[in-house]
């Protein structure tokens, strides 16, 4: 991730995160942008979980199917 950056780069940022900041404020961010990380990874999980629910719902309908029925084309109104 910081591949690019060397340890100046990173104690420069940190400076003038601290400047910018606050020595006060910096861990009420860094609090609140590992909340909304922690939240973020939390809510695609679900999303992929509901996801793959869905699949299995579809070919579990797909496989009741009687030999040679086709499925109907059925549409939802425009």
């Known amino acids: 991730m910081f591949s690019g950056i060397g340890v100046t780069g990173f104690i420069l940022l ?11 404020k910096l861990p ?26 869905e699949r299995k719902e579809v070919s579990r309908i797909e496989t009741n199917r009687k030999p040679g029925e086709q499925a109907d084309d059925k549409r939802l109104p425009e």
């Open 14 to 24: 940190v400076l003038v995160a601290l400047l910018l900041f606050g020595p006060n």
């Open 28 to 53: 009420e961010l860094g609090r609140a942008f590992g909340r909304t990380l922690k939240e973020f990874k939390a809510g695609a999980k679900d999303l992929m979980d509901d996801d793959g629910q």
